[in-house]
């Protein structure tokens, strides 16, 4: 049994990592500000308050736990800008100061860095919003942050172009800075099953220090 720590674990990829947890026998503590949000009951999860971009916080709910994960976003593209940076400096403050045991760190990170079959990032394609760049560079800007840190045991996970929530197959395939297409040229995955990706990760840590896509 894990003891793993989930900060956005009322989000829509958050719940589905808590459920995947508890599914497989782990011991979860849901990370929220608003505890009465959470509408998940279990005999091994630990609702409790807290704040991913304070690294008290952190420090305090990362303590004797083996795995941290952040689910947490930003609502629109602002949102994101405001969150995903400062708190992935956060965390890394947070587990620094729980000291030589801290656990390891997974971060749920973006699409938009992926390189697509004609070796630009995804971001660059014609046509994305506004809102969506914005969502997509907040979380690069996070993944460049992540990649200047060496004394903290971090993976991030990047999900397929499109993610929702649907049915969980327990398959995926996976590759590095490369966005997971299948053979028509779509990149997909659902939530459970990018759910199913974080759990293998966090219990076999084929991925220290890198960042990973997921997909169909």
């Given at each position: 049994m894990t003891n793993i720590v989930v900060f956005g674990a009322n989000g829509t990829i958050g719940s589905a990592i808590v459920r995947e947890a508890l599914d497989r026998g782990h011991r979860v503590t849901a990370v929220v500000r608003d505890p009465a949000?959470?509408?998940?009951?279990?005999?091994?999860?630990?609702?409790?308050?807290?704040?991913?971009?304070?690294?008290?916080?952190?420090?305090?709910?990362?303590?004797?736990?083996?795995?941290?994960?952040?689910?947490?976003?930003?609502?629109?593209?602002?949102?994101?800008?405001?969150?995903?940076?400062?708190?992935?400096?956060?965390?890394?403050?947070?587990?620094?100061?729980?000291g030589g045991a801290a656990p390891r760190l997974i971060s749920v990170g973006g699409a938009g860095s992926l390189r697509t079959p004609d070796g630009k990032q995804l971001w660059d394609t014609p046509g994305i919003p506004a809102f969506l760049l914005q969502i997509?560079?907040?979380?690069?800007?996070?993944?460049?942050?992540?990649?200047?840190?060496?004394?903290?045991?971090?993976?991030?996970?990047?999900?397929a172009a499109k993610i929702a929530p649907g049915e969980r197959t327990g398959s995926y395939r996976t590759a590095l800075d490369d966005l997971v297409t299948d053979d028509n040229g779509d990149s997909a995955i659902s939530v459970e099953d990018y759910a199913v990706a974080v759990l293998d990760e966090i219990e076999n840590g084929s991925h220290r220090r890198q960042r990973f896509a997921v997909g169909y």
């Open positions: 949000r959470v509408t998940e009951r279990r005999t091994n999860l630990t609702v409790t308050l807290g704040d991913v971009l304070d690294a008290q916080s952190v420090a305090a709910a990362a303590k004797d736990q083996d795995a941290v994960v952040s689910a947490v976003g930003g609502g629109d593209g602002p949102g994101h800008l405001a969150t995903m940076k400062p708190a992935a400096t956060s965390l890394v403050e947070g587990l620094r100061a729980v997509m560079h907040a979380h690069g800007d996070a993944l460049a942050y992540y990649r200047t840190v060496t004394d903290i045991d971090w993976t991030n996970i990047s999900p």
